[in-house]
T-cell receptor, first 113, second 111 residues
């Protein structure tokens, strides 16, 4: 069964450093997403990406965040200068249609120290 | 602010029991509705989509009441493997691709 894959599974970084989280969405999906979940809290939407551009973003997705689809398979989330409060589980997801079922990767646990 | 509200639980039920979860959503423009399950420190996994006519998948039955903005999930004959957090999820409305998640209801099925 096709699945969304994310790397790394765990990333520890120092405050102020840049991190890039990587994702390979399901191959025939056209809509890509990043969500995050702070420990003990709900899953929160960050950004959606369709047709090689951002289609929506949340208030959390400020100028420190960016996304890119550098080739036909990868989808990345970059945090330019990490803050302690960026510590969370980051989930990549993909779907065939926007706003319908999304299938999630196993997540990258980001710890900012 | 568009919210999805769920009873956080925990629901502790014996094996074989029937358990029901409820969810309300505030965005009347939402058009797609789902139940996901999430195991501890894992990703959300789609359990089922929810349709206005109601739908059933084995031991799981989901219902949607658009007028009341209310979604339910019924699990019959609970198994130990059903222990997880159940997330009520709605899309943010027409033309929006984002999904809005509830905080989830934790279920523990006890032998």
């Amino acid at each position: 069964e096709p699945e969304v894959t994310q790397t790394p599974s765990h990333q520890v970084t120092q405050m102020g450093q840049e991190v890039i989280l990587r994702c390979v969405p399901i191959s025939n999906h056209l809509y890509f997403y990043w969500y995050r979940q702070i420990l003990g809290q709900k899953v929160e939407f960050l950004v959606s990406f369709y047709n090689n551009e951002i289609s929506e973003k949340s208030e959390i997705f400020d100028d420190q965040f960016s996304v890119e689809r550098p080739d036909g398979s990868n989808f990345t989330l970059k945090i330019r200068s990490t803050k302690l409060e960026d510590s969370a589980m980051y989930f990549c997801a993909s779907g065939r249609q926007g706003g319908t079922e999304a299938f999630f990767g196993q997540g990258t646990r980001l710890t900012v120290v | 602010r568009k919210e999805v509200e769920q009873d956080p639980g925990p629901f502790n039920v014996p094996e074989g029991a029937t358990v029901a979860f409820n969810c309300t959503y505030s965005n009347s423009a939402s058009q797609s509705f789902f139940w996901y399950r999430q195991d501890c420190r894992k990703e959300p996994k789609l359990l089922m989509s929810v349709y206005s006519s109601g739908n059933e998948d084995g031991r799981f039955t989901a219902q949607l009441n658009r007028a009341s903005q209310y979604i339910s999930l019924l699990i019959r004959d609970s198994k130990l493997s059903d222990s997880a957090t159940y997330l009520c999820v709605v899309n943010a409305g027409a033309g929006s691709y984002q999904l809005t998640f509830g905080k989830g209801t934790k279920l523990s099925v006890i032998p």
